[in-house]
């Protein structure tokens, strides 16, 4: 080998060890940076001169089976964490046993004072308190259906955010997509932009599940794992139209609500033929048109039960047969046929409320009373209270098919409410686990500091070496140029 051919070497060398160096010290500062896929740099033979090394380009490592793995657990906990949050939220509003502004304590507390008051039936502060433990009662169910109603509003809302951020993130993707090709051809580095993309592909992924295809000239096309083409060369566009303020009565089925289409087409949001299954989107229908629906047909059917408890016929011989009872919907008559929401209509009778211009005497003496009567006489009083303690059928089936009483039925509630947040809460935790494991393993594949400053040193000596021998080559040539 000659000097020039060494000397050749050397440089190629340096240049080989110098692009090398960036390449790890690259990996070493985006360590941590989401989407950062590790580089290592491809060396061959110059193929020119048969001698020397040359920089093939930078390969970008990635697991594609991790990163699908990794994926899966990202949107079941985005997933999950909606739904915790929801039964947290629902738990909030109804109470625990133990609250002590429980729907159970407020019943509880209604009927102490309606047996308290059957004890001295003509203390006027005894009566007054029974009107307003019954208020409380009625503003409880007012309160936890109102936000109840909040729930379902703000998943309402976050479906319109999220539906905006899917369409705007794929169109970004396809972007990036149309972007790869002419650079990668002109010679430049398009692994910034891998990563920039597998970002947004995390984002997407996260709101609706995804299966990332590869496709030729390092395109890719993405599938929810429902079967939906979410990007097929161009992004699809979803559609949403965002209501804000919902009501109890407002379903997607009576068409008061919107659902979600894609392309002008209905996508399938729930069940087990949904087409967005999992991921927080998933989540927000659910929240909106499932559990919300089926918590406030719980309320309702507390709130029933309770108007129609004191409408039983002979309960009150004082008031006619179209007379509302103690409770009301609204100030009427509990009607079949009103519309969903009943929890937030439900009032106490203003005819013995107080503190609204009514006379809680009537308590004792009937609602339909023009006169106060024997204020020694208890019978409406223990009658009003032998109700509440009464077995009967419950409307819905959702708390069983036997008699209870009403104690037992704003038990059942917060028991099921209960139970249901702390199961939510189970698999938010298993999920958020699953999704720590993903990722760890994920990252062991990914930018070990300690083997790229391994690296760095392996690339120091190499330098040192090739520069070494372009110091010989120098003064090789001086020598002969001395002789």
């Known amino acids: 080998m000659n000097m020039s051919t060494a ?24 360590a941590l940076t989401p989407g950062y896929a590790r580089r290592s740099l491809e060396l061959t033979t110059n193929a020119i001169t048969g001698n020397g090394v040359r920089a093939a380009g930078v390969v970008r490592h990635q697991n594609p089976v991790l990163a699908a793995n990794r994926r899966t657990t990202d949107a079941d906990l985005a997933h999950q964490t909606a739904l915790s949050d929801f039964h947290t939220r629902l738990e ?26 059957a004890s001295l039936p003509n203390s006027a502060e005894r ?61 430049g580095d398009i692994n910034a932009l891998l990563d920039q ?34 990007l097929e060369g161009t992004a699809a566009e979803f559609s949403f139209t965002t209501t804000g303020d919902t009501k109890p009565h407002m379903t997607v089925a009576n068409g008061l609500l919107s659902g979600l289409e894609m392309n002008g087409n209905p996508v399938r949001t729930s069940g087990d033929s949904a087409q967005i299954r999992g991921g927080s989107l998933m989540a927000q229908f659910q929240i909106r048109d499932e559990l919300g629906v089926e918590a406030q047909t719980h309320l309702d059917t507390v709130a029933r039960d309770l108007i129609e408890r004191f409408e039983t016929p002979g309960l009150d ?3 006619l047969a179209t007379d509302p009872g103690v409770f009301t919907d609204d100030g009427n008559r509990f009607d079949v046929t009103a519309p969903a929401g009943l929890a937030s209509r439900i009032s106490l009778n203003t005819v013995v409320d107080p503190d609204n211009g009514g006379d809680s005497w009537k308590l004792r003496a009937g609602l339909g009373a023009l006169a106060p009567g024997d204020p020694g006489n208890a019978m409406q009083l223990r009658a009003f209270g032998a109700v509440l303690s009464d077995a009967r059928p419950v409307a819905s089936s959702s708390f069983g ?47 070990d500091t300690d083997q790229e ?8 000596q190499i330098y040192a070496a090739n520069a070494r021998l372009v110091s010989v080559v120098d003064e090789l040539m001086e020598t002969l140029l001395r002789l």
């Open 127 to 187: 009566l007054d308190q029974v009107a307003r433990t019954g208020r409380d009662l009625a503003t409880g169910l007012n309160a936890a259906s109102e936000g109840l109603r909040q729930v379902r509003s703000d998943a309402d809302r976050a479906i319109g955010k999220q539906v905006d951020r899917l369409n705007q993130t794929l169109k970004d993707i396809e972007e990036l997509n149309a972007r790869l090709p002419a650079i990668k051809y002109s010679g």
């Open 317 to 319: 011989p004082t008031a």
């Open 453 to 460: 400053l391994q690296r760095l040193m392996q690339i120091e």
């Open 401 to 447: 098919t036997g008699n209870m009483r009403a104690a037992d039925l704003t038990e059942a509630l917060l028991s099921q409410v209960g139970s249901n947040a702390h199961t939510a809460s189970q698999r938010k935790a298993f999920a958020s686990g699953a999704q720590l494991e993903m990722s760890r393993i994920e990252a062991e594949q990914g930018v």
């Open 92 to 117: 909030g509003l109804v109470g625990s046993a133990d609250d002590a502004t429980s729907l159970a304590t407020r019943l509880a507390d209604f009927d102490g004072s309606l047996i308290t008051a």
């Open 7 to 30: 000397l050749n070497n050397a440089l190629s060398g340096l240049t080989a060890a110098s692009r090398g160096a960036s390449v790890v010290s690259d990996n070493i500062a985006n």
């Open 197 to 230: 993309r597998q970002v947004l592909i995390d984002q997407v992924n996260e709101l609706v599940p995804v299966n990332a295809v590869p496709r030729a000239n390092d395109q890719v096309s993405l599938y929810s794992h429902g079967g939906l083409i979410l």
